[in-house]
């Protein structure tokens, strides 16, 4: 039997594709496993949001360490990345983000000598399908595909094409099922979570869809995923109520770009500077421990060194929790890839200014969880025999003892970084609903039939 090996970049939207192309694969007879060296293929499910670099830097690395293995390329794919990835394997396969659900018939080519390029646009729905879960107590679930925006910076809607938003019934049922096999937390996720169903009629219905998710009978935590101011102000009312919901970890993920109204509208980025103000300081205004979380781009063309000021005054005054930075990198076939660039010397400069600011303003805030104490839901192994969960705001705790994913134990904060907090494990009982509801779930022909269950609670009551 034949095995496949998955490397996987980028977002948590790319894990999940690969995700399903695992499971594909497996139900289509081959053997998937984690070890490259014992693969006959390597998949690579490329980013190039960023870039083409470190996509490229890993397939010349299988490349030089598997020579003899068939290399399939998988993901966002620009047409300008491919003859770049021919110099390195004329031999590779490529199968974009449209069309995963011919991975099996790629695979399969490329076993017996045949390079395929399946690179055509079509929009497939990417839920309800067969998958094999990196985390077996994360439950990824996207909502939609491609983008409403159109930023002159950058390549997703030249990937992922025009926004097309799964329907409602079919992202509840996903869900549904994530958590029959035994999931804690769901994840929402999307290029842009808040422009759920803006292409069928001009309303976001993210707060429906969300509504729809909480009310399956389960005990679970959901995380909704990156949403654009845009996208947020008008629903920002609805938004929050239904933050307020204790399935819901206090995370919001707003992307800001730039502290300067001129430099957001060479980007394209359809807000302001103050509407991400008035999102960012409504949630802190009605959910003061609430953890949110922006995206920065540091070095975009023009950007003037009071714009670059402009963007770390924000930083001071909004204090977000989580920042993701980068610095702006030109991608072919975007409007901002023509204009005037940056020395790499002055991104790195600006770069280093930020993140030295930024890791001020989080230790502080992580100061603030010193002495909490209680439950997190532990989802991640840590390193050097430890574990990590989140607590109700999704923060990132650090515990020592011995647990296992999906473990919910009670802690006190003692310690923290910029990064992350360190507890101790109290006097806790270890949670054990998640093994019951799988247990449950599996035996029940409908999930109906176990309303009446200690581990299941309807919206609102627990």
Known sequence: MPKINFITQGCSSNLRESEIM?????????????????????????????????????????????????LV??????????????QIDESASFVNTHNLGRISTVVDNSLNGTS???????YEQK???????????????????????????????????KLFSYPMDAVRQDVKEHLKSGCREIWITSNDTGAYMVEQGGRQKLVELLEQ???????????????????????????????RHPKMFKFLHVPLQSGNNEILKLMNRKYSVEDFIEVAETFREEMPEITISTDMIVGFPSETDNQFEDSLNILRKIKPDVLNLSRYAAREGTIAAKMKQFATNTLKQRSRIMTNLY?????????????????????????????????YSYKPVVVKGDFKLGDEINVKINDCTSFDL?????????????????????????????????????????
């Open 22 to 70: 695992m499971g594909l694969l497996e139900n289509s007879g081959f053997d998937v496993t984690n070890k490259e060296n014992e693969s006959d293929v390597n998949v690579v499910n490329i980013c190039t949001v960023k870039g083409d670099t470190t996509a490229l830097r890993e397939i010349r690395r299988l490349k030089k360490q598997h020579p003899e293995k068939k």
């Open 73 to 86: 390329v998988a993901g966002c794919i620009t047409e300008s990345i491919i003859p770049k990835i021919r």
């Open 116 to 122: 395929l390029e399946l690179l055509d646009k079509k």
């Open 127 to 161: 839920v309800n399908l067969p998958s094999v879960r990196k985390n077996p107590v994360v439950g990824i679930v996207p909502i939609l595909n491609g983008c409403n925006y159109f930023c002159t910076f950058c390549s997703t809607k030249l990937v992922k094409g």
């Open 213 to 243: 998710i909480l009310s399956v009978p389960f005990e679970f935590k959901v995380r909704v995923g990156m949403m654009n101011p845009g996208n947020t102000l008008p629903i920002l009312d609805e938004l929050i109520k239904i933050y």
């Open 359 to 391: 890791r001020e303003i989080a230790y502080e805030n992580n100061k603030k969880w010193l002495n909490w104490q209680g439950k997190i839901l532990i989802d991640e192994e840590g390193k050097n025999n430890s574990w990590i969960g989140r607590n």
């Open 422 to 462: 360190r507890a101790e494990a109290t006097n806790y009982s270890i949670s054990n609903q998640n093994k019951n509801c799988k247990s449950l779930a599996d035996n029940a022909a409908d999930i109906k039939n176990a309303e009446n269950a200690d581990c299941i609670k309807q919206i609102g009551d627990d």
